[in-house]
């Protein structure tokens, strides 16, 4: 595993961290917050990588619609128009 992007990512998110107690500035979020808002994106990333390797888009509409009928009744013959009725407005 290549582990470079995570030290680079470290390294900077250190860096920051030093800049802002120079400036006597706090992160523009709780830790915790931040903490949760960073998780969340990786375990949304990883849903999607996941279901992207398990189903195709096929496969997912397919389930997404399974049981779902899309079909219209109509009368006797389907194809004429002149025997289907429209209701009349009062």
């Given at each position: ?19 802002y107690a ?49 079909a219209t ?18």
């Amino acid at each position: 595993m290549n582990y470079t992007p995570y030290l680079v990512s470290l390294g900077i998110g250190l860096g920051v961290g030093v800049l802002y107690a120079l400036l006597g500035t706090r992160s523009p979020a709780p830790p915790v917050i931040a903490l949760l808002g960073l998780l969340g994106m990786l375990v949304g990333e990883t849903a999607v990588s996941w279901a992207k390797s398990k189903f195709t888009v096929q496969e997912a509409a397919a389930h997404c619609l399974h049981g779902k009928s899309f079909a219209t009744a109509r009368s006797g013959n389907a194809g004429n128009a002149a025997d289907m009725s429209i209701p009349k407005s009062s």
